[in-house]
């Protein structure tokens, strides 16, 4: 890390307002490779790099949680080809990146159905999910076999269940039971929703988790992402009021922490 890097990363923690749990939504790997006569796959070898340097980014920013949206069910329809392509690097990343997860004191976790992934793949997912479980630096939450309609079906599902077995009262269904039923669990929701290659919408992620996520756009193409855009949504995001639902003036006023805490938890949102 260079020092102009080091100077971006202290001018962003002094303004303070970090996002805590930043989620990206990775798009533009095949217009990438297409654009330069390759073959799709190679766009997706080339994202590596990019997520590499991104999770770096984030743990030198102290940032808490990082969630990349890396497979959604709807990737099933692509060409197999492109399918195994991605397979294959979820496989070999998963255990190529293991020494530098540890050595960050990364903590790998994912959210999706992982019944479907590939048996090779998928053991050497929850071998790298195993080695770090107990690393309290950045959560790394990889979301593979995702897409938020099924995310919230799910967790209905359940719901419903534990409402027929007797063990929960239709009455006792409200934010917080719904969200510990989802994928994503005890995660706190995205604060910061980043989605790349120029398109402007949410494409089945998180549907439920990014009710009041603040979100950044840009048309850069993944595979060319880099840590100053990171920053640049970053900065994006410190610029910005969040009010869930209150004017400008209670969001400004001298309320006591532990009130304005209250009152936000009272209406089914955690305090950020």
Known sequence: ?????????????????????????MDGNGRWAQERGLPRSNGH?????????????????????????????????????EVLSLMQLLRNASLEELPELQEKRVRLISTGNMDRLPKQARNALMLAISRTAGNTGLTL??????????????????????????????????????????????????????????????????????????LWFTSVLWPDFRREHLYEGVRSFQ?????????????????PADNRNRLLKNVGFSAV
């Open 141 to 214: 939450n990889l979301s593979l076999n995702y897409d938020g309609r099924s995310d919230i079906l799910q967790a209905v599902r359940k719901i419903a269940a534990e409402v027929e077995q007797g063990n929960l009262r239709s009455n006792q269904i409200g934010h917080d039971v719904f969200s510990r039923a989802l994928y994503t669990e005890n995660l706190p929701d995205p604060d910061l929703l980043i989605r790349t290659s120029g398109e402007v919408r949410l494409s089945n992620f998180m549907l439920w988790q990014c009710a009041y996520s603040e």
């Open 239 to 255: 610029s910005r009021e969040r009010r869930f639902g209150q004017t400008s003036a209670q969001i400004r006023a001298d309320q």
């Open 45 to 81: 070898r080339a994202a590596r790099e990019v997520v590499r340097d991104v999770v770096r980014a984030c743990g030198e920013l102290e940032i808490d949680i990082l969630t990349l949206f890396a497979f959604g069910t709807e990737n099933w329809k692509r060409p197999w080809t």
């Open 1 to 25: 890390m260079n020092r102009q890097d080091t100077d971006i990363q202290e001018t962003l923690k002094a303004e303070g307002n970090l996002p805590r749990h930043v989620a990206i939504i």
